[in-house]
Protein backbone atom coordinates (compact mmCIF):
# COMPACT_ATOMS: atom_id res chain seq x y z
CA UNK A 1 0.00 0.00 0.00
CA UNK A 2 1.21 3.25 -0.46
CA UNK A 3 2.25 5.76 1.77
CA UNK A 4 -0.31 8.40 0.55
CA UNK A 5 -3.03 5.79 1.04
CA UNK A 6 -2.10 4.43 4.00
CA UNK A 7 -1.87 8.39 5.31
CA UNK A 8 -5.86 9.04 4.33
CA UNK A 9 -7.14 5.85 5.71
CA UNK A 10 -5.55 6.23 8.98
CA UNK A 11 -6.78 10.22 8.92
CA UNK A 12 -9.85 8.75 8.28
CA UNK A 13 -10.44 6.30 11.22
CA UNK A 14 -9.03 9.07 13.04
CA UNK A 15 -11.83 11.23 12.11
CA UNK A 16 -14.33 8.82 12.82
CA UNK A 17 -13.31 7.63 15.92
CA UNK A 18 -13.36 10.91 17.32
CA UNK A 19 -17.10 11.60 16.26
CA UNK A 20 -18.27 8.21 17.74
CA UNK A 21 -15.77 9.14 21.04
CA UNK A 22 -17.23 12.25 21.21
CA UNK A 23 -20.83 11.75 20.42
CA UNK A 24 -21.01 8.54 22.69
CA UNK A 25 -18.87 10.77 25.86
CA UNK A 26 -22.08 13.22 25.40
CA UNK A 27 -24.14 10.91 25.67
CA UNK A 28 -22.83 8.73 29.47
CA UNK A 29 -22.23 11.97 30.66
CA UNK A 30 -24.76 14.24 29.96
CA UNK A 31 -27.60 14.50 31.60
CA UNK A 32 -29.73 11.40 31.95
CA UNK A 33 -32.99 12.90 29.82
CA UNK A 34 -31.04 11.89 27.08
CA UNK A 35 -30.90 8.18 27.19
CA UNK A 36 -34.67 8.08 26.04
CA UNK A 37 -33.73 10.08 22.83
CA UNK A 38 -30.96 8.12 21.36
CA UNK A 39 -32.30 4.69 22.02
CA UNK A 40 -30.09 1.61 22.96
CA UNK A 41 -28.93 0.84 26.64
CA UNK A 42 -26.19 2.33 29.08
CA UNK A 43 -24.05 0.01 28.72
CA UNK A 44 -24.47 0.24 24.84
CA UNK A 45 -23.07 3.45 24.48
CA UNK A 46 -20.50 2.86 27.43
CA UNK A 47 -19.21 -0.12 24.70
CA UNK A 48 -19.02 2.08 21.96
CA UNK A 49 -17.46 5.10 23.98
CA UNK A 50 -14.61 2.67 24.66
CA UNK A 51 -14.18 0.96 21.39
CA UNK A 52 -14.23 4.63 19.83
CA UNK A 53 -11.96 5.49 21.98
CA UNK A 54 -9.40 2.33 21.55
CA UNK A 55 -10.25 3.02 17.89
CA UNK A 56 -8.65 6.82 18.04
CA UNK A 57 -5.66 5.86 20.05
CA UNK A 58 -4.63 3.22 17.08
CA UNK A 59 -4.73 5.45 14.71
CA UNK A 60 -2.88 8.39 16.32
CA UNK A 61 -0.34 5.35 16.74
CA UNK A 62 -0.27 4.33 13.30
CA UNK A 63 0.29 7.84 12.29
CA UNK A 64 3.06 8.55 14.67
CA UNK A 65 4.88 5.34 13.00
CA UNK A 66 4.50 6.00 9.74
CA UNK A 67 5.46 9.50 10.04
CA UNK A 68 8.10 8.80 12.61
CA UNK A 69 11.01 11.32 11.36
CA UNK A 70 9.07 14.13 10.82
CA UNK A 71 7.85 13.31 14.14
CA UNK A 72 11.42 12.93 15.45
CA UNK A 73 12.65 16.04 13.77
CA UNK A 74 9.61 17.94 15.83
CA UNK A 75 10.81 16.15 19.42
CA UNK A 76 14.26 17.11 18.26
CA UNK A 77 13.21 20.72 17.58
CA UNK A 78 11.11 21.28 20.90
CA UNK A 79 14.21 20.07 23.16
CA UNK A 80 17.43 21.05 21.50
CA UNK A 81 16.98 24.21 19.09
CA UNK A 82 18.96 23.33 15.58
CA UNK A 83 22.57 25.19 16.25
CA UNK A 84 23.39 27.79 13.36
CA UNK A 85 25.75 26.54 10.68
CA UNK A 86 29.30 27.22 10.46
CA UNK A 87 29.73 30.69 9.03
CA UNK A 88 26.13 32.49 9.49
CA UNK A 89 26.59 34.24 12.31
CA UNK A 90 28.89 36.46 9.88
CA UNK A 91 26.92 39.56 8.46
CA UNK A 92 26.50 39.11 4.78
CA UNK A 93 27.66 43.18 4.56
CA UNK A 94 30.97 42.76 6.09
CA UNK A 95 31.99 39.77 4.72
CA UNK A 96 32.06 41.20 1.23
CA UNK A 97 33.52 44.66 2.52
CA UNK A 98 36.32 42.57 3.44
CA UNK A 99 36.74 40.59 0.14
CA UNK A 100 36.70 44.03 -1.66
CA UNK A 101 39.46 45.21 0.12
CA UNK A 102 41.16 41.62 -0.14
CA UNK A 103 41.05 42.34 -3.79
CA UNK A 104 42.60 45.71 -3.76
CA UNK A 105 45.69 44.92 -1.53
CA UNK A 106 46.35 41.68 -3.22
CA UNK A 107 49.74 41.83 -5.30
CA UNK A 108 48.71 40.87 -8.94
CA UNK A 109 50.66 37.35 -8.58
CA UNK A 110 47.90 36.07 -5.39
CA UNK A 111 45.17 37.23 -7.99
CA UNK A 112 46.60 35.04 -10.71
CA UNK A 113 46.74 32.08 -8.31
CA UNK A 114 43.51 32.52 -6.47
CA UNK A 115 42.06 32.71 -10.19
CA UNK A 116 43.62 28.87 -11.00
CA UNK A 117 41.94 27.81 -8.17
CA UNK A 118 38.88 29.33 -8.15
CA UNK A 119 37.12 25.95 -9.08
CA UNK A 120 38.30 24.57 -5.44
CA UNK A 121 37.34 27.62 -3.83
CA UNK A 122 33.79 26.85 -5.15
CA UNK A 123 33.73 24.04 -4.15
CA UNK A 124 34.60 24.46 -0.31
CA UNK A 125 32.47 27.23 -0.21
CA UNK A 126 28.80 25.16 -1.11
CA UNK A 127 30.36 22.50 1.61
CA UNK A 128 31.01 25.14 4.15
CA UNK A 129 28.17 25.37 5.89
CA UNK A 130 27.44 21.07 5.86
CA UNK A 131 27.33 19.77 9.27
CA UNK A 132 30.32 17.43 10.50
CA UNK A 133 29.10 13.84 10.06
CA UNK A 134 27.88 13.01 13.91
CA UNK A 135 27.16 16.12 14.68
CA UNK A 136 23.77 16.54 13.42
CA UNK A 137 21.74 17.84 16.26
CA UNK A 138 18.15 16.10 14.42
CA UNK A 139 16.75 13.17 16.66
CA UNK A 140 17.18 10.07 15.13
CA UNK A 141 14.35 7.88 15.65
CA UNK A 142 14.54 4.03 14.68
CA UNK A 143 11.48 1.56 13.59
CA UNK A 144 12.63 -0.75 16.42
CA UNK A 145 12.09 2.38 18.80
CA UNK A 146 9.07 3.70 17.11
CA UNK A 147 7.39 -0.24 17.35
CA UNK A 148 8.35 -0.36 20.70
CA UNK A 149 6.42 3.01 22.01
CA UNK A 150 3.18 1.41 19.77
CA UNK A 151 3.34 -1.71 21.66
CA UNK A 152 3.46 0.43 24.77
CA UNK A 153 0.75 2.73 23.67
CA UNK A 154 -1.87 0.06 22.49
CA UNK A 155 -1.18 -1.95 26.25
CA UNK A 156 -2.12 1.07 28.11
CA UNK A 157 -4.98 1.52 25.68
CA UNK A 158 -6.29 -2.57 26.58
CA UNK A 159 -5.26 -1.49 30.65
CA UNK A 160 -7.41 1.01 30.66
CA UNK A 161 -10.46 -0.68 28.83
CA UNK A 162 -9.81 -3.86 31.10
CA UNK A 163 -9.72 -1.50 34.44
CA UNK A 164 -12.60 0.37 33.71
CA UNK A 165 -14.61 -2.99 32.89
CA UNK A 166 -14.00 -4.15 36.18
CA UNK A 167 -13.78 -1.14 37.80
CA UNK A 168 -10.81 -2.37 40.48
CA UNK A 169 -13.25 -5.19 41.09
CA UNK A 170 -11.02 -7.74 43.51
CA UNK A 171 -11.46 -11.28 44.65
CA UNK A 172 -12.58 -12.94 47.67
CA UNK A 173 -15.09 -10.83 49.40
CA UNK A 174 -16.95 -7.44 49.63
CA UNK A 175 -13.75 -5.21 49.43
CA UNK A 176 -13.30 -5.26 45.46
CA UNK A 177 -17.00 -4.39 45.18
CA UNK A 178 -16.97 -1.62 47.69
CA UNK A 179 -13.98 0.04 46.34
CA UNK A 180 -15.77 0.31 42.97
CA UNK A 181 -18.64 1.98 44.26
CA UNK A 182 -18.34 5.76 44.51
CA UNK A 183 -20.37 7.09 47.59
CA UNK A 184 -23.53 8.63 46.21
CA UNK A 185 -26.12 9.77 48.30
CA UNK A 186 -28.42 13.20 48.76
CA UNK A 187 -28.39 12.75 52.24
CA UNK A 188 -25.60 14.37 54.86
CA UNK A 189 -24.87 10.23 55.50
CA UNK A 190 -26.03 7.14 56.73
CA UNK A 191 -28.69 6.68 59.92
CA UNK A 192 -27.61 6.30 62.95
CA UNK A 193 -30.08 2.99 63.68
CA UNK A 194 -27.91 -0.13 63.86
CA UNK A 195 -29.34 -3.00 61.87
CA UNK A 196 -30.93 -4.87 65.15
CA UNK A 197 -33.36 -2.07 65.54
CA UNK A 198 -34.40 -1.36 61.88
CA UNK A 199 -38.17 -1.83 60.88
CA UNK A 200 -39.60 -2.38 57.63
CA UNK A 201 -43.39 -0.98 57.06
CA UNK A 202 -45.34 -2.10 53.97
CA UNK A 203 -48.66 -0.20 53.62
CA UNK A 204 -51.01 1.76 50.77
CA UNK A 205 -53.19 -0.73 49.32
CA UNK A 206 -52.82 -3.70 50.90
CA UNK A 207 -55.18 -6.39 52.40
CA UNK A 208 -52.89 -6.74 55.54
CA UNK A 209 -50.03 -4.22 56.57
CA UNK A 210 -46.65 -5.34 57.52
CA UNK A 211 -44.86 -4.17 60.17
CA UNK A 212 -40.68 -6.31 59.58
CA UNK A 213 -38.59 -5.97 62.66
CA UNK A 214 -35.05 -7.56 62.29
CA UNK A 215 -36.26 -10.64 64.01
CA UNK A 216 -39.26 -10.93 61.30
CA UNK A 217 -37.31 -10.14 58.53
CA UNK A 218 -34.64 -12.84 59.24
CA UNK A 219 -37.33 -15.18 59.21
CA UNK A 220 -38.63 -14.53 55.88
CA UNK A 221 -37.34 -16.79 52.53
CA UNK A 222 -33.79 -15.43 51.19
CA UNK A 223 -31.81 -15.25 48.28
CA UNK A 224 -28.54 -14.14 46.46
CA UNK A 225 -28.16 -13.11 42.79
CA UNK A 226 -25.10 -11.70 41.16
CA UNK A 227 -25.97 -8.87 38.71
CA UNK A 228 -23.93 -5.92 37.52
CA UNK A 229 -24.69 -2.66 38.65
CA UNK A 230 -25.24 0.47 36.01
CA UNK A 231 -24.75 4.14 37.14
CA UNK A 232 -26.50 7.03 35.20
CA UNK A 233 -22.84 8.69 35.69
CA UNK A 234 -21.62 6.21 33.49
CA UNK A 235 -20.01 4.30 35.83
CA UNK A 236 -20.60 0.58 36.62
CA UNK A 237 -19.65 -2.51 39.23
CA UNK A 238 -19.65 -5.91 37.48
CA UNK A 239 -20.61 -8.96 38.74
CA UNK A 240 -22.14 -7.61 42.46
CA UNK A 241 -23.04 -10.13 44.59
CA UNK A 242 -26.39 -9.22 46.27
CA UNK A 243 -28.38 -10.93 49.04
CA UNK A 244 -31.80 -10.29 50.76
CA UNK A 245 -35.72 -10.90 50.46
CA UNK A 246 -37.26 -10.51 47.24
CA UNK A 247 -39.80 -7.62 46.74
CA UNK A 248 -42.28 -10.62 45.26
CA UNK A 249 -42.29 -12.07 48.91
CA UNK A 250 -43.51 -8.83 50.59
CA UNK A 251 -46.16 -8.39 47.84
CA UNK A 252 -47.52 -12.00 48.69
CA UNK A 253 -47.30 -11.25 51.93
CA UNK A 254 -49.19 -8.35 52.51
CA UNK A 255 -51.55 -8.76 49.59
CA UNK A 256 -52.15 -5.67 46.80
CA UNK A 257 -55.39 -4.53 46.52
CA UNK A 258 -57.31 -4.54 43.24
CA UNK A 259 -56.36 -1.24 42.27
CA UNK A 260 -52.99 -1.23 43.61
CA UNK A 261 -50.52 -0.42 40.26
CA UNK A 262 -47.16 1.33 41.93
CA UNK A 263 -44.99 0.94 44.93
CA UNK A 264 -42.99 3.66 45.96
CA UNK A 265 -40.00 3.01 48.55
CA UNK A 266 -39.25 5.90 50.83
CA UNK A 267 -35.76 6.11 52.61
CA UNK A 268 -35.00 6.43 56.04
CA UNK A 269 -35.66 10.54 56.40
CA UNK A 270 -38.10 10.59 53.58
CA UNK A 271 -36.45 12.91 51.40
CA UNK A 272 -35.79 9.91 48.79
CA UNK A 273 -37.88 8.10 47.27
CA UNK A 274 -38.39 6.06 43.90
CA UNK A 275 -41.51 4.04 42.50
CA UNK A 276 -41.74 0.80 40.69
CA UNK A 277 -44.81 -0.39 38.69
CA UNK A 278 -45.80 -3.90 40.74
CA UNK A 279 -44.88 -5.85 37.49
CA UNK A 280 -41.37 -4.17 37.79
CA UNK A 281 -41.11 -4.66 41.77
CA UNK A 282 -42.32 -8.87 41.20
CA UNK A 283 -39.39 -9.48 38.82
CA UNK A 284 -37.56 -12.25 40.56
CA UNK A 285 -34.18 -9.97 40.68
CA UNK A 286 -35.91 -7.25 42.08
CA UNK A 287 -34.83 -7.33 46.15
CA UNK A 288 -34.35 -5.65 49.58
CA UNK A 289 -30.23 -6.46 49.91
CA UNK A 290 -29.19 -6.57 53.61
CA UNK A 291 -25.60 -8.41 52.07
CA UNK A 292 -23.33 -7.44 49.60
CA UNK A 293 -20.63 -10.11 48.93
CA UNK A 294 -21.32 -12.41 51.65
CA UNK A 295 -20.86 -9.33 54.17
CA UNK A 296 -23.63 -7.38 55.98
CA UNK A 297 -24.63 -4.31 53.50
CA UNK A 298 -22.21 -1.17 54.82
CA UNK A 299 -24.02 1.79 55.89
CA UNK A 300 -22.33 4.18 53.06
CA UNK A 301 -23.85 1.56 50.45
CA UNK A 302 -27.66 1.49 51.64
CA UNK A 303 -27.31 -0.37 54.94
CA UNK A 304 -29.27 -2.31 56.92
CA UNK A 305 -31.39 -2.43 53.86
CA UNK A 306 -31.67 -1.12 50.24
CA UNK A 307 -33.60 -2.08 47.58
CA UNK A 308 -31.90 -3.48 43.95
CA UNK A 309 -33.16 -3.46 40.68
CA UNK A 310 -30.71 -4.79 38.26
CA UNK A 311 -32.95 -3.75 35.33
CA UNK A 312 -32.86 0.04 35.85
CA UNK A 313 -30.24 2.32 36.88
CA UNK A 314 -28.87 2.91 39.91
CA UNK A 315 -30.79 6.14 41.23
CA UNK A 316 -34.03 3.60 41.00
CA UNK A 317 -32.40 1.71 43.68
CA UNK A 318 -33.33 3.44 46.98
CA UNK A 319 -30.74 3.27 50.02
CA UNK A 320 -32.48 2.50 53.80
CA UNK A 321 -35.67 1.75 52.81
CA UNK A 322 -37.87 1.63 55.68
CA UNK A 323 -41.16 1.60 53.91
CA UNK A 324 -43.19 0.04 50.90
CA UNK A 325 -46.27 2.29 50.08
CA UNK A 326 -48.31 0.64 47.44
CA UNK A 327 -51.00 3.40 45.42
CA UNK A 328 -53.06 3.50 42.66
CA UNK A 329 -50.82 6.24 40.82
CA UNK A 330 -47.14 6.52 39.83
CA UNK A 331 -45.39 8.90 42.64
CA UNK A 332 -42.55 11.13 41.34
CA UNK A 333 -39.45 10.16 43.12
CA UNK A 334 -37.16 12.32 43.93
CA UNK A 335 -34.57 12.67 40.79
CA UNK A 336 -38.07 12.29 38.44
CA UNK A 337 -39.12 15.94 40.04
CA UNK A 338 -35.71 17.10 38.75
CA UNK A 339 -36.28 15.80 35.50
CA UNK A 340 -34.93 11.98 35.52
CA UNK A 341 -37.22 9.90 33.93
CA UNK A 342 -39.34 7.42 35.67
CA UNK A 343 -37.82 4.30 33.51
CA UNK A 344 -34.56 4.06 33.53
CA UNK A 345 -33.88 1.03 31.86
CA UNK A 346 -30.19 -0.42 31.11
Known amino acids: MRRGTLQLIVALVATLAFLVTALSGLVLYAPVRLLPLVGHSLPQWRTVHLWGALALAAAVVTHIIVNRRGVGRLIAGLVRPAEPARGEDRAPAAAGADAAVGAEEAPADVAASADTAGGESVANSATAGAPVPGDDPRLRVSRRWFLWLAAGALAAVA ?51 LKLDRTAWLALPRTRETRDFHCVEGWSVDRVGWEGVRVSDLLDAAGPQAGAGFITFHAHDGAYTDTLSLDEARAPETLLADHLDGVPLPPDHGGPLRLVVPSQLGYKSVKWVVRLELTAQRAQGYWEDRGYPAEAPV
Open 159 to 209: AGFGLERHQGRARGGAAGAIAGFPVLNIESGPPATPAAAWEVVVDGLVATP
